[in-house]
Nanobody, 126 residues
Framework: VQLVESGGRLVQAGGSLRLSCLVSGLALNSFGIGWLRQVPGKEREFVAAIGYFDRSTYYTDSVKDRFAISRDHGTVFLQMNNLKPEDTAVYYC??????????????????????WGQGTQVTVSS
């Protein structure tokens, strides 16, 4: 099982970025793939998720009107628009193998994600 993130970089406030997560080694149809982020000294937090079998999407309130998660075959994307300095974090993609079994519930819980990528740094300057 491998998840590899890319696309993080330094961007000015108001700008856009698209993160990619290449997923391999999973029987994806039952999975949910999430994007989570972490700032040093704080807990990792949920950002967005997508169910692979029905493309259902989920967002935390702070990004709902600015970020969009999507998938294309084995890659999951996070399109981030109107970025703010508070979006600065390491962004991780992670796989939840029981997403379909739980009907998409608990997607915002860190504990449901069993496979993780190495993370990609997003820095938004003011």
């Amino acid at each position: 099982v491998q998840l590899v993130e890319s696309g993080g970089r330094l961007v000015q406030a108001g700008g856009s970025l698209r993160l990619s997560c290449l997923v391999s080694g999973l029987a994806l149809n039952s999975f949910g793939i999430g994007w989570l982020r972490q700032v040093p000294g704080k807990e990792r937090e949920f950002v967005a998720a997508i169910g692979y079998f029905d493309r259902s999407t989920y967002y935390t309130d702070s990004v709902k009107d600015r970020f969009a998660i999507s998938r294309d075959h084995g890659t999951v994307f996070l399109q981030m628009n109107n970025l703010k300095p508070e979006d600065t974090a390491v962004y991780y993609c992670a796989a939840d193998p029981y997403h379909r079994d739980r009907g998409g519930r608990e997607v915002d819980s860190i504990d449901v994600y069993e496979y993780w990528g190495q993370g990609t740094q997003v820095t938004v300057s003011s």
